[in-house]
């Protein structure tokens, strides 16, 4: 970060129009760059330390998210509901390539002119590409702009533009919208971790405190995305 200049702060990059330039461009450039990550497909020498998946990715995160809320053991069942939801709504996964993980909002450099830098590669690995869209687009990581479906900078129709003008990269819209309820799932599990390393003593810290009241919202945001109606016939 020394070498790159930029400002990544999610929600001051959002509300300050004066970053990034062009706000449909830059999501059209966001989108291309998330293009290129996912051009990188298995197996890769260079990579050989990335465990390629043994399961269909979405049942892996689910089990993994479950897991953790049995290790909180703190009774959450709106995250329980969303869960479940995922279990009987799982995507098709029509091929695995490197992920980001954690691309979004908060996570890439920009200055006046334009993108700049993506940063935070410590989730990195091989996964559903899909999974980094719906991260994106997730209206957790939109901050003040819920509008803006493109990670509150940009429509989603400009996002979506500059991911499929490359590498012949297409969308299932449908893995999408499951991959972004899966993160608020995701950010929900990690604000409870958060919180609780705060309430046992093991950090005293107000941030950590604070992002525990995220919770409601996240929850609310689950059972919406997640009505009766939206069950499928599984």
């Keep these: 970060m020394r070498l790159v200049e930029g400002i990544a702060l999610g929600p001051k990059v959002v509300k ?12 059209k450039r966001l989108g291309n760059e998330l293009a290129k990550i996912h051009s990188v497909h298995p197996p890769r020498s260079e990579l050989s330390f990335l465990k390629i998946p ?8 689910i089990d993994t998210l479950r897991s953790y809320l049995d290790d909180i053991g703190e009774a959450r069942p709106v995250l329980e ?21 954690d691309f979004r909002s908060g996570n890439y450099l920009v200055d006046s002119h334009g993108l700049n830098g993506i940063l935070d590669w410590e989730f990195a690995g091989w996964g559903d590409p899909m999974s980094d869209l719906g991260w994106f687009c997730a209206e957790c990581w939109r901050f003040s702009r819920p509008d803006l479906e493109a990670g509150g900078i940009s429509s989603r129709h400009a996002f979506y533009q500059g991911y499929q003008d490359n590498f012949g990269n297409t969308i299932d819209e449908d893995a999408v919208m499951f991959w972004e309820l899966m993160a608020h799932i995701r950010w929900a599990v990690i604000a ?27 929850e609310l945001q689950i059972l919406n995305m997640t009505s009766p109606q939206t069950w499928s016939a599984a």
Excluded: F, M
């Design 16 to 27: 300050d129009i004066s970053l990034g330039g062009d706000r449909e461009l830059l999501g």
């Design 54 to 61: 043994e399961n269909h990715p979405a049942v892996e995160a």
């Design 81 to 101: 509901w969303g869960l479940r939801w995922a279990e009987v709504n799982l995507p098709e996964t029509s091929k695995i390539t490197l992920v980001h993980k």
């Design 192 to 218: 409870l971790q958060q919180c609780n390393r705060h309430i046992s003593g093991n950090q005293k810290s107000l941030e950590l405190a604070l992002i525990g009241r995220l919770l409601p919202e996240l």
